[in-house]
């Protein structure tokens, strides 16, 4: 028997819209979901994959489209969209988990929507002082400004897609999201086509996000929440300072995964970054399959916790470690084989030499996917203080030794770089896990009277 789906929160009432903006309702299913779980995982996996690759996809559409300069110009989009992955986490602010569970709106809609505004200027600004004062070329520095322009779109879209996975409409933000990224990426395919100059393709495809942004999410949140900008500064204090730790913890390790691209980019040439940024992109593979297998554990594992069920939490840790190794091995296994000659093939340049450093990334992203776990066990429990102590370590330890590693052996000294890093991380988290689940064990056997 099938199960029922879950009752959704009523929609605010609006006027009846038709024409263009009523048929975009229909399309996005407002009114009518349908079986809404089956809805909400399609899209939710569609557009998650859609949005992981794009990256891939606009290196290759440069270094294939650009002809003899496509490396160089490889190498200034692989620097520029690493610092605006820096940045977008000051613009998100990580926000969105303590929106989607403000289940009893202590927040309004028009808070979350103001403190984006705020966190997105604060984005902007941050991005002004790095070109300024990280000495950043004026070919990087137009490519930084325009992927932040993109960034920002996504910043704001973000709060809005947030507000409908509030509400149980998940799928809504799901299928906005791919569109959002499908439709950018293929008018950045065609324009680059036609100039030849990526500037002028990164200018449209922001144009475009920002086109969608209103056109979709502005017909759409009416429906979920009254469009205002009404808040308090103590409101805005308060949402700022419960979000700054999680927040300052993304930051940093953005920072520790870019390390080796930001040396790279000091110390070698803009082919030698694109060489790297294309070895480096397979790396997430692990961590986007091991990712799948962790989401749904989380409830399950928060509940083992609560109920004090030792032997049980610490099997579903085992088996998340197992999956990790199931993804590892075999990928490692064709990379070594095949991963250099297929991304050869695909960039359309010769990244054979770079067998090893590319086998290295990869076991560095499976140690990154153990990270995951073992943060997610420590956010459980409620301990986000001991994350950020992990990833300060972390970043500390890697800046010692990244520097020298990429000076003295290139391009596979910066895979060895980031495949240590993520060791270090991962161990570091091992650590303070088992630390804390040791350290809390009396208390809680006392607390169901086992002691």
């Known amino acids: 028997m099938e199960m029922a789906e879950p009752a959704l929160p009523p929609l605010q009432a609006r006027a009846p819209i038709s024409g263009v903006g009523g048929w975009v309702l229909r399309f996005l299913r407002l009114e009518n979901p349908g079986a809404l779980a089956r809805r909400t995982f399609f899209w939710t996996a569609l557009s998650g994959g859609c949005f992981s690759a794009s990256s891939l996809f606009l290196l290759v559409l440069i270094v294939r489209l650009l002809g003899e300069h496509g490396p160089y110009w490889g190498g200034v989009f692989s ?32 808070d979350y929507l103001v403190s984006r505004a705020l966190t997105v200027g604060l984005m902007a600004v941050a991005g002004a002082v790095w070109i300024v004062a990280g000495g950043v070329g004026r070919g990087k520095a137009i490519a930084v400004l325009l992927l932040l322009a993109l960034r920002a779109g996504e910043s704001f879209s973000d709060v809005f897609e947030g507000r409908y996975q509030q509400l149980g409409r998940l799928d809504n933000a799901s299928k906005g999201m791919f569109y959002k990224t499908i439709l950018p990426l293929g008018l950045f395919g065609v324009a680059l086509w036609i100039t030849r100059d990526m500037f002028a393709a990164f200018a449209w495809m922001a144009l475009l996000y920002w086109l969608l942004l209103l056109g979709m999410d502005g017909l759409l949140i009416p429906s979920f929440a009254r469009l205002t900008l009404r808040t308090t500064l103590r409101k805005q204090r308060q949402l700022f300072l419960a979000c700054l730790p999680i927040a300052t913890n993304a930051f940093l390790f953005i920072y520790l995964n870019n390390l080796s691209r930001y040396v790279i980019d000091a110390l070698l040439d803009e082919r030698r970054m694109t060489e790297y940024n294309a070895l480096f992109m397979p790396s997430f593979l692990v961590i986007l399959l091991s990712s799948f297998v962790l989401r749904p554990a989380l409830t399950p594992l928060a509940l083992s916790s609560k109920a004090g069920d030792a032997s049980g939490f610490r099997r579903q840790i085992g088996h998340q470690l197992a999956w990790i190794v199931a993804f590892t091995v075999p990928t490692l296994l064709l990379a070594y084989v095949w991963g250099a000659p297929l991304l050869s093939l695909l960039y359309g340049i010769d990244l054979t030499p770079h067998r090893n450093a590319l086998c290295l990334l990869i076991a560095g992203g499976a140690f990154i996917a153990v990270y995951y776990v073992f943060q997610s066990v420590l956010i459980i429990r409620r301990h986000q203080a001991a994350c950020l102590l992990g990833i300060v370590l972390a970043a500390l330890a890697s800046h010692t030794f990244t520097p020298f ?44 009277g086992n002691a």
């Open 405 to 448: 590693a990429v000076r003295n052996y290139g391009v596979v000294g910066g895979a060895a770089s980031f495949f240590c890093s993520a060791l270090i991380l991962s161990l570091i988290f091992i650590t303070l896990t088992a630390w804390n689940v040791r350290a809390t064990a009396p208390e809680r056997s006392l607390h169901h």
């Open 79 to 110: 620097i520029a969209l690493a610092i605006s992955q820096q940045l977008i986490t000051i613009g998100l602010f990580q926000m969105r988990p303590f929106q989607v569970s403000d289940v009893d709106e202590a927040y309004s809609f028009s």
